[in-house]
């Protein structure tokens, strides 16, 4: 896999390349590194603080995947992008943490359009109803910058493309309601190895992929 070309196809068509180094071996990291990757992404808050203290201070570190409350203090001095807020409990501690920093965190919120179960993400009403009750005046070190979600692991590229088309429309919807004039809230981020062709053909403006770069 020729990272540097994937990354500039992709650049191309204004979707910014997050690689997921978790599971990975520095030297892979530090592999993609040389090849001018500069976003990193981690599930884990142990890891990413252990890798950042062995790797180029100039890597921009994402977190993906749930995140608890109590763990966002280890990363709030580094950390860019939190991919999965999915309640203002979790708003209120990055604010909090970010705020001790004197940073802005940037965050995404994380939706749950799988058709599988899981306990994380929100759908577009718990949503509206959270960004009604917000008083975003409150959270002046977060910056809201759109939504994240996964789609279904499953061979149905149709149950796929509509996951992703939902996410979009929900990204639209809350564009609209809650974010109109606010150019911070861009991001779509949708895709991982398997599924990032069909996420960026739906508007995925943010792909995370792990796997497919490291073979
Ligand atoms: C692991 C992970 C990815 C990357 O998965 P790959 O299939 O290896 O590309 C993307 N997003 C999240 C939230 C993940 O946990």
Redesign the pocket.
């Known amino acids: 896999m020729d990272v540097t070309r994937f990354r500039h196809d992709l650049q191309q068509k204004g979707v910014t390349l997050v690689a997921?180094s978790?599971t990975q071996p520095l030297d892979r990291i530090r592999q993609l590194y040389d090849g001018g990757q500069r976003i990193f992404a981690e599930?884990r808050v142990q890891d990413m603080v252990a890798r950042r203290e062995n790797l180029p201070a100039d890597i921009i570190w994402h977190h993906?995947?749930h995140l608890q409350k109590n763990k966002v203090k280890y990363i709030a001095p580094f950390v860019d992008m939190i991919h999965a807020v999915d309640d203002a409990e979790l708003l209120f501690e990055i604010e909090k943490q970010a705020a001790k920093n004197n940073r802005i965190i940037k965050c995404l919120l994380q939706f749950h359009i799988a058709s599988e179960e899981t306990k994380f993400g929100m759908d577009l009403n718990e949503a509206a109803i959270m960004l009604k009750n917000l008083d975003r005046a409150a959270l002046p070190h977060v910056e809201i910058c759109g939504v994240m979600g996964?789609a279904t692991f499953t061979d149905d590229q149709t149950l796929i493309r509509k996951e992703f088309v939902t996410l979009k429309s929900i990204f639209e919807t809350l564009k609209k309601q809650f974010f109109a004039g606010d150019h911070g809230f861009k991001e779509i981020s949708m895709g991982?190895?398997?599924d990032w062709e069909m996420a960026v053909e739906e508007g995925s403006t943010m792909v995370?992929?792990?796997?497919?770069l490291f073979q």
């Open positions: 997921v978790k599930n993906i995947g996964m991982m190895s398997g995370r992929i792990g796997s497919l």
